[in-house]
Each structure stands twice: as C-alpha cells, then as structure tokens.
Nanobody
Framework: VQLQASGGGLVRAWGSLRLSCAAS????????MGWFRQGPGKEREFVAA????????TYADSVKGRFTISRDNAKNTVYLQMNSLKPEDTAVYYC??????????????????WGRGTLVTVSS
C-alpha cells in the first residue's frame, strides 16, 4: 500500500491543523492506521492509531484530548485533527499502515507501510 500524507504547515501555538493521509489500493478497510511523529533530534514516536473499522482508537498521553484520529474507508483516507497545538508538537508527521493488525498497535516496527511525512511547525 502507498501512503501520501498532507496538511502540514506553520501554525501558531493554540492553533489547529488537520492532516490527511490518502492510501492507494482497494483494501484500505482491512488494516489499522497510525500517525507517528519525529521532532528535531528525537526518535520517531507514536501519536495515534485507529482500528480497521474506525470504531476504536488510542493516543499518546502527550496528545490525548487535543488530537483526534479518524478514517473514511470510502475515501481511503485517515485524518489527524490537531487542536491546541504546542511548540513541542513541532515534528514531521508520518502516517503508517499496520497490515496484520488484529488489535491496535503502537510500535513503529509493527507498521508495514509508511508515507513520506508532512512537516508541522508550531510557533510560540
């Protein structure tokens, strides 16, 4: 599966952005999706993940209550709504597909396909 993330940009603290990730192929609804991020000088970290149906999701503690992951299986797209953004949210954001997921997983190594990333910069 090929993934293309978009929607990044420059935003002020407390602002909002919505990231999108479009997937190729006709089996989008058969795999879980996740968002990860990698800040300057940091390792890639988990942000949010959503089940195949979209009925279940999980979040990193650092974004819980501010970010919302969702998916539209008819459009082969997963979204990340980011509200109340903080400078520490600055990072390249990646979407990823977990092709074998039975339950939602959060470790980067468990995800099989990755998009190229979109840069989010939050100014103070």
């Amino acid at each position: 599966v090929q993934l293309q993330a978009s929607g990044g940009g420059l935003v002020r603290a407390w602002g909002s952005l919505r990231l999108s990730c479009a997937a190729s192929g006709r089996t989008f609804s058969s795999y879980a999706m996740g968002w990860f991020r990698q800040g300057p000088g940091k390792e890639r970290e988990f942000v949010a993940a959503i089940s195949r149906s979209g009925k279940s999701s999980t979040y990193a503690d650092s974004v819980k209550g501010r970010f919302t992951i969702s998916r539209d299986n008819a459009k082969n797209t997963v979204y990340l709504q980011m509200n109340s953004l903080k400078p520490e949210d600055t990072a390249v954001y990646y979407c990823a597909a977990d092709l074998l997921a039975v339950v939602i997983r959060t470790t980067p190594a468990e995800f099989d396909s990755w998009g190229r990333g979109t840069l989010v910069t939050v100014s103070s």
